[in-house]
């Protein structure tokens, strides 16, 4: 295993004990936010990875960047606005991976600024610095990723929930009804991405236009030190 294949597995495993844990209590806060405690008595307003995790999910986080942790119980009935809460309840996950993978590439940028920072990004040498550099570029890119995968329109992804508002009761309804069939949509549906070359992907898309807009947000910084 090379350094930087060592370097994106600990990327995901730092996402899936540090970053996971903030996506879920994302959840549960703004759930509570709306009303409803529900998530907040079951203890999902934690820190603790463990009281998130997925076992199948998890897995997947390690081995591919994607996954999913327990979803948060919520009970809409005490929500005070039904849908929209469905929606940003579902909505905050996904964007707590957008603030994470920002200061990813925030600090990224904050090293660049630095005369140690800058040779260890354009050289290929391995030292401790070349390392914190490739372990915030696959940070950065793993959060993005995991909040596009979440934004999926597919249960039971938090994309679903969002698309959620804008559809008809019946539409949730029919989802409900065949539980099974969109489960295995929803695994074939991961087995097919994963095997889908970039050039036709989607998500690879998706991705590249989020990491180029983040990007465009901090990468200022470093110019202010080195004129380019």
């Known amino acids: 295993m090379n350094i ?52 199948i999910g998890s897995l997947l986080m390690v081995l591919t960047g994607f996954g ?9 009935v005490k929500m005070k606005k039904y849908r929209a809460g469905i929606a940003l309840t579902a909505l905050a996950g996904p964007v707590s991976n957008i603030l994470a993978a920002f200061v990813a590439g925030l600090a990224y940028a904050i090293l660049l600024c630095t005369e140690k920072g800058y ?15 490739i372990l915030l570029q696959y940070l950065f890119s793993v959060n993005i990723g995991l909040a596009i995968f979440n934004l999926i329109p597919i249960p039971p992804l938090d994309g679903y929930n969002v698309l959620s508002y804008f559809t008809p009761s019946k539409v949730d309804r029919w989802f409900h009804q065949h539980q099974r069939e969109v489960s295995m949509v929803f695994f074939i549906t991961i087995i097919g991405i994963s095997y889908l070359p970039a050039r036709i992907n989607p998500l690879h898309y998706a991705h590249s236009f989020v990491a180029d807009l983040l990007w465009d947000c901090v990468k200022w910084i470093p110019k202010l030190r080195w004129g380019y």
Do not use: Q, Y
Request: hydrophobic share 50%; net charge negative; with cysteine.
């Open 4 to 55: 930087e294949t060592f370097l994106s597995f600990f990327a995901r495993v730092l996402t899936l004990l540090l970053v996971i844990p903030i996506h879920e209590s994302a959840h549960a806060l703004v759930a509570k936010w709306f009303g409803d405690d529900t998530a907040e008595r079951a203890g999902r307003i934690s820190l603790n990875p463990m009281d998130h995790i997925h076992p």
């Open 119 to 133: 040779v260890a990004a354009i050289s290929t040498a391995v030292t401790p610095m070349s390392c914190v550099i």
């Open 68 to 76: 999913w942790a327990n979803p948060v119980p919520i009970n809409p």
